[in-house]
């Protein structure tokens, strides 16, 4: 049983910053690794970055390189995306995604649970 609920997302101008949050519950296994993923109206779902909760290695999509950071709270079992410098296309519902490891991170066939997603609006 592994419950993700995202927080943190809002309005925010475009050149800004925002920091979303995803809240874990139940058992994080060693081996799991969990992502950001985001969806613009009438785009499919794309991913942003992923980590390793064992090795903590990352990934990040192209996009978002250079000015998304993604961390983790291994104590709160709380995953964290720190976007700046974020533009109009950034403007998305990001959702927050766990499963087992050895699978590619950018894939979300990769993940077996999701968040319910919030809400980064970015404006100009």
């Known amino acids: 049983q592994v419950q993700l609920v995202e927080s943190g997302g809002g309005p925010v101008q475009a050149g800004g910053s925002l920091s979303v949050s995803c809240a874990a519950s139940?058992?994080?296994?060693?081996?799991?690794?969990m992502g950001w993923f985001r969806q613009a109206p009438g785009k499919e779902r794309e991913f942003v970055a992923a980590?390793?909760?064992?090795?903590?290695?990352?990934d990040y999509a192209d996009p978002v390189k250079g000015r998304f950071t993604i961390s983790r709270d291994n104590a709160r079992n709380t995953l964290y995306l720190q976007m700046n410098s974020l533009k109009l296309e950034d403007t998305a519902v990001y959702y927050c995604?766990?499963?087992?490891?050895?699978?590619?991170?950018?894939?979300?066939?990769?993940?077996?649970?999701w968040g319910q997603g919030t809400q980064v609006t970015v404006s100009s």
């Open positions: 995604a766990a499963g087992l490891g050895g699978k590619p991170l950018p894939l979300t066939g990769s993940y077996d649970y």
């Open positions: 139940g058992r994080i296994f060693s081996n799991y690794i």
């Open positions: 980590i390793s909760w064992r090795t903590g290695w990352i």
